[in-house]
């Protein structure tokens, strides 16, 4: 079965960094656009940041760019997340999905199970 897991999360001071790592399994890794997405706690889920099959495609959500670099390694089925100059409002449950375009839109196929970040101030 498809398993996405995400690791790297924990407990960092304001302006501080961390990588998420999203190892993935049961799929076809190549060919899934991958995403990461967040929910903190009260608020809806948010996208953050999604990077295409070939990598050619990276888009940012307003609130991190600059701050934030999506990558994938196709060869080690896993994508990151370099967070840098991290926030108290970064912080969430950062989650990595699988999607396909469909329909003139992206859409999830797969979530992970999601990883802790607290950013203190």
């Known amino acids: 079965q498809v398993q996405l897991v995400e690791s790297g999360g924990g407990l960092v001071p304001a302006g501080g960094s961390l990588r998420l790592s999203c190892a993935a399994s049961g799929l076809t890794f190549s060919t899934y656009h991958m995403g990461w997405f967040r929910q903190a706690p009260g608020k809806e889920r948010e996208f953050v940041a999604r990077i295409t099959w070939s990598g050619a495609g990276i888009f940012y959500a307003d609130s991190v760019k600059g701050r934030f670099t999506i990558s994938r390694d196709n060869a080690k089925n896993t994508v990151y997340l370099q967070m840098n100059n991290l926030k108290p409002e970064d912080t969430a449950v950062y989650y990595c999905?699988?999607?396909?375009?469909?329909?003139?839109?992206?859409?999830?196929?797969?979530w992970g199970q999601g990883t802790q970040v607290t950013v203190s101030s």
């Open positions: 999905a699988s999607e396909r375009y469909r329909g003139g839109a992206f859409a999830v196929d797969y």
